[in-house]
C-alpha cells in the first residue's frame, strides 16, 4: 500500500477509492490471474443464471396459459400439466445448483482477494501458485463466517416478518398504518445495510485474524465503529452499480426483443467487462477498509506478524498478533470483552444481512 498504517485511519470515501484502485493498478498481474481463475467464472455463472432463468420461467408462463384455456380431464390437459411440472422441478434445480455454485466462487474469490492485497500491504512476495495453495484452507474459514451470517438474517427475517404480520392485523387498514409503513421499510434496509457491511468485514477478519464465524461478525462490528458512514456509502454505491448491471443485463439482452442478436451479444460482453471489474473492485475494496478500520482503533498490525500469519497458511494456523499504538494491552483486554458481549440476542434480531450480496 502506498499510505502508512498511521495515515490509513484518515482515508475517506475517495481516499478509500483511490487506494483500492493503486492497488489493482500496481499488482495488476496477480489480479488479473485471479480474475481469470475465478471471477470470471463467478461473473459468468451470474449472467448465465439469469438468461436462463428468464427463460424458462418464461416457457413455464406460456404454457400455464396454454393449461388455462385447455379443457380439464383431456389428454392434452394432462400432457401439459406433467410438463408444467417437469419445467418446475428443473427450475428449482437450476436455482438450487446456481446458489451452490454462486456460494462457493463467491467465498473463493474472497479468500483470493483478501489474501493477496493482505501480502501487497507486508510487501511479500506473491505468486498466483502461492494464492491457489492458500484459498482452500481460507475458504473454510469464510464458509463458517457465512453460515453463521445466514444464521442471523434467518432470525431477522423472522422477526421483520412477525412484526409485518401484527401490522397488517393491528392497523394496516387505517391511515395510521400507512404512514408508519414508510418507516418500518426503512429500518428494515437500515438493518440490511448494518449486516451487510458486517457481514463482508468479517470475511476479511476470518482471513486476516484468528477470530472466524461468530466472533468474527462480532470483531468487525466493533472495528466498524467510526468508520460505518463511509462503509455504508460505499456498500451503498457497490450495490446500485449491482443492481444497474442486472436491470439492464435482464432488459436489454434477454428481453431485448427490439435489438437485433449482435446488438444484444455486443452488450452482453460489454455488461461482463463492467460486472467482474465491480465484483474485483469491490473485494479489494472490503479489505482496505479492514486495514482503515484497523488504524482508525490504533491497531496497527506489525506487517512482520502479519506475514508470519499468512505464511503459515501452508502449515498450522498461528493466531495473528497486532500492535496497538497508544494503546495499553490492559484497554485492549477489556475493549474484547466489550466485543463478545455486545451482540446479544435482541441486537442479532434487530438487524440483518443480505447476500448477498451480496457480493
Known amino acids: 500500500m502506498d499510505v502508512e498504517q498511521e495515515e490509513l485511519q484518515f482515508l475517506g470515501f475517495f481516499g478509500i477509492i483511490k487506494e483500492s484502485v493503486k492497488i489493482i493498478y500496481s499488482w495488476r498481474k496477480i489480479f488479473s490471474q485471479i480474475t481469470l ?14 438468461e436462463v432463468s428468464d427463460f424458462l420461467f418464461f416457457k413455464i408462463l406460456r404454457n400455464e396459459d396454454r393449461l388455462d384455456r385447455t379443457r380439464a380431464g383431456t389428454p392434452k390437459y394432462e400432457k401439459l400439466s406433467d410438463v408444467i411440472s417437469s419445467e418446475w422441478i428443473v427450475f428449482w434445480i437450476l436455482k438450487v445448483a446456481y446458489f451452490t455454485c454462486l456460494l462457493i466462487f463467491s467465498l473463493l474469490c474472497t479468500s483470493a482477494v483478501v489474501y493477496a492485497v493482505a501480502c501487497v500491504y507486508t510487501a511479500k512476495q506473491i505468486t498466483f ?3 491457489l495453495s492458500v484459498v482452500p484452507k481460507v475458504w473454510k474459514r469464510l464458509m ?10 434467518f432470525c431477522y427475517n423472522v422477526v421483520a ?41 468479517a470475511s476479511v477478519v476470518s482471513v486476516l485474524e484468528d ?13 466498524i465503529k467510526g468508520k460505518m458512514g463511509v462503509a455504508v ?5 457497490l450495490n446500485i452499480c449491482y ?8 432488459n436489454l439482452v434477454v428481453l431485448g426483443y427490439p435489438l437485433s442478436t449482435p446488438n444484444r451479444i455486443l452488450l452482453a460482453i460489454i455488461f461482463f467487462l463492467f460486472l467482474f471489474k465491480l465484483i474485483l473492485f469491490g473485494l479489494v475494496i472490503q479489505t482496505v477498509i479492514y486495514f482503515v478500520c484497523k488504524s482508525y482503533h490504533h491497531e496497527n498490525i506489525d506487517k512482520s506478524s502479519l506475514s508470519d500469519h499468512l505464511e503459515v497458511y501452508l502449515g498450522e494456523y498461528v493466531p495473528l498478533k497486532s500492535k496497538m499504538s497508544n494503546w495499553s494491552s490492559s484497554k485492549f483486554d477489556s475493549f474484547e470483552l466489550l466485543w463478545r458481549s455486545s451482540l446479544c440476542l435482541p441486537e442479532i434480531l434487530g438487524v440483518f444481512f443480505v447476500y448477498a450480496t451480496v457480493y
Do not use: C, D
Open 37 to 50: 481463475a475465478l471471477i470470471l467464472p463467478l461473473t459468468f455463472i451470474f449472467l448465465a443464471h439469469i
Open 129 to 131: 501458485k502461492r494464492v
Open 144 to 153: 463458517v463466517t457465512f453460515i453463521w451470517n445466514f444464521v442471523i438474517v
Open 161 to 201: 416478518a412477525v412484526v409485518l404480520f401484527m401490522w397488517a392485523i393491528l392497523i394496516g387498514n387505517n391511515i395510521f398504518g400507512l404512514v408508519i409503513l414508510p418507516f418500518l421499510l426503512i429500518i428494515y434496509v437500515m438493518g440490511f445495510v448494518y449486516i451487510s457491511v458486517i457481514w463482508h468485514l
Open 211 to 223: 477470530s472466524y464465524g461468530i466472533q468474527a461478525m462480532v470483531k468487525s462490528k466493533a472495528l
Open 233 to 237: 456509502a460505499i456498500f451503498l454505491i
Open 243 to 250: 443492481f444497474i448491471i442486472q436491470l439492464a443485463f435482464e
